[in-house]
C-alpha cells in the first residue's frame, strides 16, 4: 500500500521559511514524477511544483521564492518555502504519480498524502 507522509508545516511570519518534506512508503517514485499542490480555504487545490528525475517546474505564484527537491534514497520530496507571504497559506499536499511527466493538474497524480498546514501572518 502506498503511502505519502507530509510533514514541516507550521506557522510563521511573512518573510519566513519553511521546508516541507514528504516521505512515500510503498513503492519507490524515483522514475517517476512527485509534486505538491495547495488549497486555501474557499478556493481550488492548485499546482505549486513539480519534480522528476531530470527537472523540475513550478508554478508562476511560487518561482523564485520555492525549491522543490527529492532523495531519491530516501524516496522524499522538500519543498523549501522562502519569502513567505500571507497569500501562500493554505494546505499543502504531496502528490506522486506513476508516469514521468511534470504533470500540473490534480488528475495527472495517483497519489496522494493528507496534507500539511501552512500559515503565514503579516
Known amino acids: 500500500q502506498v503511502q505519502l507522509v507530509e510533514s514541516g508545516g507550521g506557522s510563521v511570519q511573512a518573510g519566513g521559511s519553511l521546508r516541507l518534506s514528504c516521505a512515500a512508503s510503498?513503492?519507490?517514485?524515483?522514475?517517476?514524477?512527485m509534486g505538491w499542490f495547495r488549497q486555501a480555504p474557499g478556493k481550488e487545490r492548485g499546482f505549486v511544483a513539480a519534480?522528476?528525475?531530470?527537472?523540475?517546474r513550478t508554478s508562476d505564484s511560487v518561482k523564485g521564492r520555492f525549491t522543490i527537491s527529492r532523495d531519491n534514497a530516501k524516496n522524499t520530496v522538500y519543498l523549501q518555502m522562502n519569502s513567505l507571504k500571507p497569500e501562500d497559506t493554505a494546505v499543502y499536499y504531496c502528490?506522486?504519480?506513476?508516469?514521468?511527466?511534470?504533470?500540473?493538474?490534480?488528475?495527472?497524480?495517483?497519489?496522494w498524502g493528507q496534507g500539511t498546514q501552512v500559515t503565514v501572518s503579516e
Open positions: 510503498g513503492r519507490t517514485f524515483s522514475n517517476s514524477a
Open positions: 519534480i522528476n528525475w531530470s527537472g523540475a
Open positions: 502528490a506522486a504519480r506513476v508516469a514521468y511527466g511534470l504533470g500540473v493538474r490534480q488528475n495527472d497524480y495517483d497519489y
